[in-house]
């Protein structure tokens, strides 16, 4: 028993190298794993999928911060001019007051985000739920179908942004309100319901009213909503969205379940778009801002692949 005992401790070397690899393998492999947990793993539902659950696409790769204000002195610019004229344009004339602010906004990632429920771990719902983040579960139908030929039904799990129905209720107050999602109506449709009871949307447009351009697919032409471009103005995650019109977008940081503390809807979207509805013409006010028309052409779309 006690040459047993030996045998086991006095290992040959080889034989204890390999242990000692192997161990620090597996501890590399458990670091590695958190790490990728930390980051967040889990997809949200994208409004440029091509599924009604709408799972996330190339446009994903193109996540857009907040724009820091660029010096254009630093930007030989070929639309100085084109931008120029727009901005110096007269503004049509009217009654004593101004039109009303139209404001178009997105769904996913901007007023909500949306998870396939299979695939959203309990741990990630009951985070949000304790930090008070409101959610809901929905039954959509996909563009899918069953083997005998029935419409496949999806469960999506959505978060509320917090402050959405004050958000929504203050900007009703002072603009009209227009729902434009990349994504399909199957799914945009009860997910708009259950955020809007009150009907508070004069408008809402789904996948099919958005254009294909040499540039990205899902674009959203606000000429088709309004022809008076000087009080229009549309909120979503995505820039390039609006890049047919950019000096009436106003990029949104996007919101997903891991940020449950967030306030950009009540203390930074709502105070601007107030502002915004004093403007004879929005666009001035906004190029100053983001200089969206510059940071189209830092991501490799000219001039000619915007319209002003």
């Known amino acids: 028993m006690a040459e047993l005992t030996r045998a086991e401790v006095y290992m ?53 911060k907040r724009l820091p204000v660029v010096d254009s002195t630093e930007i030989e610019s070929p639309a100085t001019v084109e931008i120029a004229a727009v901005l110096d344009s007269p503004v049509p004339a009217g009654d004593d007051s101004i039109e009303k602010l139209t404001v178009v906004l997105d769904l996913d990632e901007t007023l909500v985000c949306a998870y396939e429920t299979s695939s959203l771990p309990l741990t990630l719902r009951s985070q949000a739920t304790d930090a008070g983040l409101k959610w809901f579960e929905l039954e959509c139908v996909s563009s899918d179908k069953e083997f005998d030929g029935k419409p496949k039904i999806s469960y999506v799990t959505v978060f509320e942004r917090p402050g959405l129905q004050e958000f929504l209720n203050g900007l009703s107050e002072f603009a009209e309100l227009v729902l434009f999602t ?8 009860p997910l708009v319901d259950r955020i809007d009871k009150e009907n508070r949307f004069s408008l809402r447009l789904y996948r099919p009213s958005t254009i294909c351009t040499e540039y990205r697919e899902h674009v959203k032409d606000l000429s088709r909503l309004s022809k008076n471009l000087c009080r229009t103005v549309i909120v979503d995650n995505n820039p390039f969205s609006f890049l047919l019109q950019p000096l009436n977008g106003i990029p949104c940081i996007p919101f997903s379940a891991g940020q449950p503390h967030d306030t950009q809807l009540l203390d930074v979207l709502l105070p601007l778009l107030k502002n915004l509805s004093l403007q004879n013409d929005v666009r001035p006010f906004l190029y100053d801002k983001f200089r969206m028309p510059e940071w189209f052409q830092k991501q490799g779309i000219p001039a000619s692949g915007w319209s002003v």
């Open 12 to 64: 040959p070397r080889s034989m204890q190298v390999w242990r000692a690899l192997l161990n620090w393998l597996a501890f590399f492999l458990q670091i590695f794993a958190q790490i990728i947990r930390a980051v967040g793993q889990y997809p949200l539902l994208s409004s440029s999928s091509a599924t009604t659950t709408e799972t996330p696409t190339s446009t994903s790769t193109h996540r857009f």
């Open 182 to 189: 990349a994504g399909l109506e199957g799914y945009a449709r």
